[in-house]
């Protein structure tokens, strides 16, 4: 069974750069036609999908995140990692790492065949 689990900094500070890490358990992210994504959940708001690594390691981003975002990857370690700069308070989420064969911005909980239990993020001085 494959697992997805985060990991990282529950508090950020202003301006300074997030990142967490994704370990993958039960199955690999070189996986042919997987994609590996971040999604975030603000307080009181909806999912947001921030970006994607492929099997074959090619990244897709959202538009509204592309410039602070960095997804990459150590297949070796199983792990795909989130970057994410010049945070401020609006960043404040909770994370979530997800799997699945289809990645982006429409995508529901549902439409993903693996999900994390997700990690809180603070971003407060």
């Known amino acids: 069974q494959v697992q997805l689990q985060e990991s990282g900094p529950g508090l950020v500070k202003p301006s300074q750069s997030l990142s967490l890490t994704c370990t993958v358990s039960g199955g690999s992210i070189t996986r042919f036609y997987y994609y590996w994504s971040w999604i975030r959940q603000p307080p009181g708001k909806g999912l947001e999908w921030m970006g994607t690594i492929g099997w074959r390691g090619g990244t897709f981003y959202s538009p509204a995140l592309k410039s602070r975002t960095s997804i990459s990857r150590d297949t070796s370690k199983n792990q795909f990692t989130l970057q994410l700069t010049s945070v401020t308070p609006e960043d404040t989420a909770v994370y979530y790492c997800?799997?699945?064969?289809?990645?982006?911005?429409?995508?529901?909980?549902?439409?993903?065949?693996?999900w994390g239990q997700g990690t809180q993020v603070t971003v407060s001085s």
């Open positions: 997800a799997g699945g064969l289809r990645y982006g911005s429409r995508l529901s909980r549902a439409e993903y065949d693996y």
